[in-house]
């Protein structure tokens, strides 16, 4: 059982189409990172959250905290094939997890022109 | 600046056979860690260290060994091994941040197929 629970888990979309990825937990983390990950390469993180309710933009992509710091979400406006990669959200939280990070399985998004 | 190097990245081997993965890294992160990857799975921790000397079991330590002499490196070897350990591994480091582990940097990936 994941202790990060990652929805969709593939998403095949249209360029210029918007998507929304969730990840869920029951357990509170003093912050989540979301990482993304192409073909052949380690992951990169992207952004890392750790306000409750804390909402950040990086270009196309709007990342939200939930208010309990249980949960986020990763929206993509007009999605582009660059998009296209492997989407891991992760959970932080030295109190409770001692020094790990504990991964989603991940999102697959492809994006076709 | 390299970040994380990992080698080899490709590696085939026979049941049983033992090898070694290298990594280093020259961020001066205290805390490393090894990963590996399995469709479906998302990554899972094998070992990890907060620094020289220290070393500490993940969710799957099962048929794998590692140390920590210096800050830079953290070697992970598999002792037999055995098909089920066919993936992807990857090493990361970190320097905390936000009160726990902070962002990962991640080597390239190692992929293994045992046969």
């Known amino acids: 059982t994941q202790l990060l629970e990652q929805s969709p888990q593939f998403l095949s979309i249209q360029e210029g189409e918007n998507l929304t990825v969730y990840c869920n937990s029951s357990?509170?983390?003093?912050?989540l990172q979301w990482y993304r990950q192409e073909p052949g390469e380690g992951p990169v993180l992207l952004v890392t959250?750790?306000?409750?309710?804390e909402v950040k933009k990086l270009k196309r992509l709007t990342f939200q905290f939930g208010d309990a710091r249980k949960d986020s979400s990763l929206h993509i406006t007009a999605a582009q094939p660059g998009d296209t990669g492997l989407y891991l959200c992760a959970g932080d939280g030295k109190e409770e997890y001692g020094n790990k990070l504990v991964f989603g399985a991940g999102t697959i998004l492809r994006v076709k022109s | 600046n390299a970040g994380v190097t990992q080698t080899p990245k490709f590696q085939v081997l026979k049941t049983g056979q033992s090898m070694t993965l290298q990594c280093a890294q020259d961020?001066?992160?205290?805390?490393m860690s090894w990963y590996r990857q399995d469709p479906g799975m998302g990554l899972r921790l094998i070992h990890y260290s907060v620094g020289a000397g220290i070393t500490d079991q993940g969710e799957v330590p099962n048929g794998y060994n590692v140390s920590r002499s210096t800050t830079e490196d953290f070697p992970l070897r598999l002792l037999s091994a055995a098909p089920s350990q066919t993936s992807v591994y990857f090493c990361?480091?970190?320097?905390?941040?936000?009160?726990?582990?902070?962002?990962?940097?991640f080597g390239e990936g190692s992929r293994l197929t045992v046969l």
């Open positions: 961020m001066n992160h205290e805390y």
């Open positions: 990361a480091s970190s320097r905390p941040g936000h009160g726990g582990i902070g962002e990962l940097f």
């Open positions: 959250v750790v306000t409750g309710g």
């Open positions: 357990s509170v983390f003093s912050s």
